[in-house]
């Protein structure tokens, strides 16, 4: 999985918690993103950093939050967890914004 | 935004015999396709992407042929074996062209499975 780690791999939380996923990269790779992955959706992009301290919105947003303050982690919360967030989640790494995007392992978050 | 549509959505082939799936994209400015397969449990895995300046790029059994004017892309299988099971991904991107789109829009995946 190209040197990309995920933790936790698996989380079951109740609705209304708080919950935080890391992807964690040896390739020193500038950008890495944040995926989710459901049935009959495919992979959809949550959000995306460009460098430390630079994010952006992807396609699916809303209820999601980001961090980047080192160049190996990509952090995603959810501030309130809803049972709408039960999904995959899946981290990429890239090396440019015109470069092979890699992916780590996965997460599967279950929100009761 | 760019749309992805991917068929079909399963496909069941006989070991030996090749395996196609096609998708079309809806944004002229995309120049990046990859595909990627997805084994069960695990996370996508790059496979073969084509950019727009090339018609065909091979890799051993696979290949990938992309149809800018008619907006297309398909992945070819030839000599389908057993491992080649798993769901298939294409995406399309407008990368490095010097806008700030740089993101991958996915198809919704292929079933493939190749019977022994």
């Known amino acids: ?112 | 935004g760019e749309n992805v549509e991917q068929h079909p959505s399963t496909l069941s082939v006989q070991e030996g015999d090749s395996a196609v799936i096609k998708c079309t994209y809806s944004d002229s400015a995309s120049n990046y396709f990859p595909w990627y397969k997805q084994e069960l449990g695990k996370g996508p895995q790059l496979i073969i992407d084509i950019r727009s300046n090339v018609g065909e790029k091979k890799d051993q059994r696979i290949a990938v042929t992309l149809n800018k004017t008619a907006k297309h892309f398909s992945l070819h299988i030839t000599e389908t074996q057993p491992e080649d099971s798993a769901v298939y991904f294409c995406a399309a991107s407008d990368s490095g062209s010097g806008g700030s789109n740089y993101k991958l829009t996915f198809g919704k995946g292929t079933l493939l499975t190749v019977n022994p």
């Open chain 1, 1 to 112: 999985d190209a040197g990309i780690t995920q933790s936790p791999r698996h989380k079951v939380t109740e609705t209304g918690t708080p919950v935080t996923l890391r992807c964690h990269q040896t390739e020193n790779h500038r950008y890495m993103y944040w995926y989710r992955q459901d049935p009959g959706h495919g992979l959809r992009l949550i959000h995306y950093s460009y460098g430390v301290k630079d994010t952006d919105k992807g396609e699916v947003s809303d209820g999601y939050s980001v961090s980047r303050s080192k160049t190996e982690d990509f952090l995603l919360t959810l501030e309130s967890a809803t049972s709408s967030q039960t999904s995959v989640y899946f981290c990429a790494i890239s090396e440019s914004a015109a470069g092979e995007q890699y992916f780590g392992p996965g997460t599967r978050l279950t929100v009761t």
